[in-house]
């Protein structure tokens, strides 16, 4: 929970927590779920909130973080990269490092704690890039639990890798084959699941979407980003930075480092998918191509027709290729606290190959966005400024995909 | 002024019987069919037609649902269109009709005007699974100013809170779903079914149908004999595009079955 600080001119100072009671981030979020669902919704945020003034719970989490994900993670300063692009300082947080690749293993681990703390004896979530697939799997075997993901049958051919390894971390993998098969639908299926089997089973929501408390709640096990960070960036530079950069798909990565900087000095950019153009259709760019609308449990901005039905979506990147966005950053784009912008296919590609040979550092194709932005704004910097981004994952499980796109032949 | 659907209700409660309440999907395989269905439906003895409205993502819906919402979006099948639909409807028929939609259309379409053009084209009632009544504070303003029922589910799962809740909120009648799960599910034969709807019954004296996994005969009859009314649905989407003869066979011994 945060405070978001707000100036009134009547009334002089507001404070505001947000989400309020219902899961409302000002007129985004909500509870828009089948009945058979609420009850365990109401289980699920009454137990999170515990958790939080849970101290046994807290320690038991710090363990975690420390000695099973490998936390802090480094914040490294990219200097080469930054005196290729003659602009401002540029720091990489490093989720990359965490274990099994990304920063989805700080909200998979938290919830199935929680999981385990509410009796369920199995997790089912959905996966897009395969990373909180396989962030999942690896929660269910820590803590000894049965563990069904659902993922795209797209994504299935384009993130082959993360499929084998959710097979080894004991999960059973079901493809999902109607719709867009994509990330959409594998969400579907899994609510699907979640409504069927819910008095077992706890659903393990990838990102800061979703009925209420889901999104909070990720983004209150994704926080610890930013928390890192900002000491971090002190310890580093004596002071705050200027910017924060991070890709936005549901956007867990981007609020868990924009969170504990919301009330500072700190201009903020999220980096939506533009796929192959706005103009195109094919892309993920909510907020340039979206409006308000409900989908999976919140009202948020959407990609959809005038009929309310959702649209498809592309992006190179399956962990963005996503028709809806978190119901916070629909907030924070409405009030103008972060301003968010999208980075196309070819960009991001780009940036995935600049930082490979400038710094040694494969990045997620999800995370190159971040880097596209940055390499188009760095150099207009001056060398006095400082960016941080948020580099949500490592690029090892798109090195095939990549390598087809290129149209190198691997054996 | 009562509701068309309360009015059926009244009207079987009398004659001592339990309502028949088929759901198709609008659209599926197409609008012409449909309009033949809704004839058909009425014919073998419906009370009330569940109106399906086709939606990208219906996450509260299993496979046979899922398809026919596809084929109906193919059609190019919208909520505008099936609301314009029951308004052609409406020159032959007065069965109660009830649209099952997600929130979204509605949502998009605008809750103020969809309440009013649904009730001037003649449609009596909603169901939309993923707005519980928490969430439903102006489509039940706008429902009741326009004399639209709003009905609301219940399930397995529900606590007393919810029970109330819901019940308040629900005219017409409440949806009681007797499995966790979705649409065309299996429906497991225990107990329970009895024990909740006795429990609703006990917050509401509003008529309780029970939809979702029924479609058998047999499993009609077990419903009917708690229920006020039986909901049948991914059994019957299944299939209207058998022949007219076949079809209507299935749905007379769903008829009998129900009483």
Aim: net charge positive.
């Amino acid at each position: 929970m945060y405070f978001w600080v707000k100036i009134d001119k009547k009334r002089g100072l507001t404070i505001k927590r947000l989400p309020d009671k219902k899961g409302y981030f000002g007129n985004y979020g909500g509870r828009f779920a089948p009945e058979t669902l609420i009850p365990a919704l109401d289980e699920l945020e009454k137990v999170y909130h515990a958790s939080k003034k849970d101290r046994g719970f807290q320690k038991e989490l710090l363990l975690l973080q420390r000695t099973y994900i490998g936390r802090p993670t480094p914040l490294y300063f990219a200097h080469r990269l930054t005196g290729l692009l003659a602009g401002a300082k540029i720091y990489l947080k490093r989720e990359d490092l965490a274990h099994t690749g990304a920063h989805k293993i700080n909200n998979a681990v938290g919830q199935a704690l929680l999981a385990k703390k509410m009796g369920k004896t199995r997790l089912i979530a959905e996966t897009g890039a395969g990373q909180h697939g396989v962030a999942t799997a690896t929660g269910a075997a820590l803590m000894g639990l049965e563990c069904e993901i659902y993922m795209g049958t797209d994504d299935i051919a384009r993130q082959s890798l993360n499929v084998f390894r959710m097979k080894l971390l004991g999960a059973k993998v079901n493809e999902v084959s109607i719709g867009s098969r994509t990330l959409k639908d594998a969400i579907n299926e899994a609510m699907r699941d979640w409504t069927t089997n819910v008095r077992t089973t706890h659903y393990v929501l990838g990102t800061a979407f979703g009925p209420n408390p889901f999104p909070a709640m990720v983004r209150d096990f994704q926080s610890v980003i930013g928390k890192e960070a900002k000491k971090q960036i002190l310890f580093a530079e004596g002071r705050l930075p200027d910017y924060l950069v991070a890709c936005v798909g549901g956007g867990s990565n981007s609020i868990g480092l924009f969170h504990e900087f919301l009330p500072e000095d700190v201009k903020m950019i999220g980096v939506e998918a533009g796929g192959r153009g706005v103009d195109t259709g094919d892309h993920a760019a909510r907020f340039a191509g979206g409006s308000v609308g409900v989908l999976q449990g919140t009202k948020s901005y959407l990609l959809q027709d005038e009929d309310g039905n959702v649209l498809g979506t592309h992006s190179v990147s399956a962990g963005l290729d996503y028709a809806a966005v978190g119901p916070e950053h629909a907030y924070l784009k409405d009030t103008g606290r972060v301003q968010y912008t999208y980075a196309h296919d070819e960009e991001a590609l780009n940036a995935f190959e600049l930082l490979s040979r400038t710094e040694g550092i494969i990045p997620a194709l999800e995370s190159s966005h971040a880097l596209a932005e940055v390499i188009k704004f760095a150099p207009r910097l001056s060398q006095d400024k400082i960016i941080i981004v948020n580099l949500s994952g490592r690029g090892d499980k798109d090195v095939q995909h990549v390598a087809r796109i290129k149209g190198v032949l691997l054996s | 002024m009562s509701s068309r659907i309360a009015g059926k209700f009244r009207e079987i409660r009398r004659k001592n019987s339990k309502a028949f309440i088929p759901y198709i999907m609008a659209g599926d395989p197409n609008i012409k069919r449909t309009c033949e269905l809704i004839r058909i439906l009425e014919d073998c003895g419906a009370d009330i037609i569940e109106l399906g409205v086709p939606f990208s993502d219906p996450l509260a819906d299993g496979p046979t649902i899922q398809k026919a919402a596809q084929r109906a979006l193919d059609e190019g099948v919208t909520l505008k269109k099936v609301i314009a639909l029951v308004a052609e409807l409406r020159l032959n028929t007065q069965i109660p009709i009830i649209l099952m939609t997600y929130y979204n259309p509605i949502f998009k379409y605008g809750e103020e005007r969809f309440a009013l053009d649904a009730s001037a084209s003649g449609v009596d009632g909603i169901i939309v699974p993923d707005l519980p009544p928490d969430e439903a504070d102006n489509l039940i303003k706008y429902s009741r100013k326009s004399r639209l029922d709003t009905i609301f589910l219940l399930a397995p799962t529900s606590t007393d809170i919810r029970i109330h809740k819901v019940a308040r909120a629900s005219t017409g009648f409440i949806y009681y779903v007797p499995i966790t799960g979705i649409t065309g599910a299996k429906l497991s034969p225990d107990s329970s079914v009895e024990s909740h709807i006795a429990k609703i019954r006990s917050v509401t004296d509003k008529p309780i149908a029970v939809g979702f996994g029924i479609s058998t005969p047999e499993e009609a009859a077990g419903i009917s004999r708690f229920a006020d009314g039986v909901i049948v649905g991914s059994a019957i989407v299944k299939r209207v595009v058998e022949p007219d003869e076949e079809l209507k066979n299935y749905l007379l011994s769903l008829r009998n079955a129900i009483q």
